[in-house]
């Protein structure tokens, strides 16, 4: 990632470990997954107000981030995200700090935007698809959160 969205990570992300009982995986967990949220929304190169909002709504409400945080998070992500050259960087902190759950749920959270609009783009989908890899889940995990985003999706617009 690029160095202020890494600056913003390293100053509010704290390593989960044994020995620090003070870590909230919880908020380490929120503040990483806004970011590829961001990149997922972008995946398409067309962020439209439902991804846009998928997006501020999963970073702060979902999450229970401050408004200070969020507006942080987001603008640090919007301004510097057609730089970023990898998610190599993000990634291995999420997959060495944070649970196999914890993880699908990133997934999870992912779809959720990638679905925002009501289509999945074939961009989108690799972008969920290559950070599923970087996390070491698997093709099942990836099948699996795809599947329950898009079935609750087609239940939200049956009502």
Excluded: C
């Amino acid at each position: 990632m690029l160095k202020a969205i890494r600056q913003f990570f390293d100053t509010h992300l704290q390593p989960v470990s044994a020995g620090n009982n003070s870590a909230d995986p919880g908020h380490a967990l929120r503040l990483a997954t806004a970011a590829l949220l961001i990149e997922t929304s972008r995946a398409d190169f067309d962020v439209n107000a439902h991804e846009r909002a998928g997006v501020v709504d999963a970073v702060q409400r979902i999450f229970g981030l401050t408004e200070q945080e969020t507006t942080e998070l987001v603008g640090l992500a919007e301004k510097e995200a057609d730089d970023a050259t990898s998610l190599y960087q993000f990634t291995s902190l999420i997959d060495r700090h944070f649970s196999v759950e914890q993880k699908r749920h990133v997934l999870e959270m992912m779809w959720r935007v990638a679905f925002a609009d009501t289509h999945k783009d074939k961009h989108e989908e690799h972008l969920v698809r290559k950070v599923t890899d970087l996390l070491h889940l698997t093709d099942v995990d990836f099948a699996r959160t795809r599947h329950k985003v898009a079935q609750q999706n087609m239940a939200d617009e049956g009502q």
